[in-house]
């Protein structure tokens, strides 16, 4: 499908409780952002998604609530501005099938060791897959195994750093300026016996 360059396409890989997802409505909100944002988020717990309306979340998104309240009910919400889609199933099987091309990819899965089968290689192959040439993953693996996966599957990656967060990890397909590349030859030469993890 061909991507429209007035729209950002995102998948924020897991929904969960929808932070990263309300976090990129918050700050879009408030930063007049003047692009059509479109999420995709798949969510194994669907009866976590249903909870959600009842949930209490902290007072930055008391004016998006209903946005919730809508993915809460109908999986879905879409105005002028936003569209969000939730897919109640496995992550792995969403991007397989998944039709758009994404600009920003949340890696927000548990962890390597809690879900590895959303940490190996070939699931980054697929992520890659489906991202634009100049699309960026964020996540905040630092773990050398995840930055592995990742590079050997092309990507560059590099150290995202600030004051009031903790380190996390950006990977791009293309060399982006602003952050630390990660030295990764290096990395590998001082842990020879590292490997990303497989399928
Ligand atoms: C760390 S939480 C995600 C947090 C979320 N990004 C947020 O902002 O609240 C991990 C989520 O991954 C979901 N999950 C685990 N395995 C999955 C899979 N194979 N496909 C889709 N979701 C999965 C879990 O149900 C859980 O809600």
């Known amino acids: ?5 007035q729209e950002i396409n995102i998948i924020d890989i897991c929904f969960g409780l929808g932070f990263n997802t309300l976090s990129t409505i ?3 909100k408030k930063n007049n952002i003047n692009k059509k944002i479109n ?4 969510e194994l717990d669907a009866k976590l998604v249903k909870r959600l309306k009842n949930f209490t979340y902290p007072d930055e ?4 609530t209903y946005i919730i309240d809508a993915l809460s009910n109908n999986e879905i919400f879409v105005d002028d501005e936003l569209k969000i889609e939730l897919f109640l199933g496995d992550a792995r099987e969403y991007i397989r099938n998944l039709d758009v091309k994404i600009d920003i990819v949340y890696q927000d899965a548990f ?6 089968i959303l940490w190996t290689k070939e699931y980054f192959a697929e992520i890659k897959n489906i991202m634009d040439g100049k699309g960026i993953l964020t996540t905040y693996s630092t773990a050398l195994k995840t930055r592995l996966a990742l590079w050997e599957n092309g990507f560059n990656i590099y150290i995202n750093a600030g004051k009031e967060f903790r380190q996390a990890t950006v990977a791009s397909l293309t060399e982006i300026d602003g952050y630390e ?3 990764m030859l290096h990395k590998i030469k001082c842990n020879p016996s590292i490997e990303a993890l497989k399928d």
């Not at 999420?39 to 798949?42: A, G, K, L």
């Not at 998104?61 to 998006?64: G, N």
């Not at 962890?111 to 590895?116: D, I």
């Open 61 to 64: 998104f008391k004016d998006i």
């Open 181 to 183: 590349e990660v030295d």
């Open 1 to 5: 499908m061909t991507k429209d360059l």
């Open 111 to 116: 962890s390597p060791s809690v879900n590895p």
């Open 39 to 42: 999420i995709y988020s798949p």
């Open 26 to 28: 918050y700050y879009y």
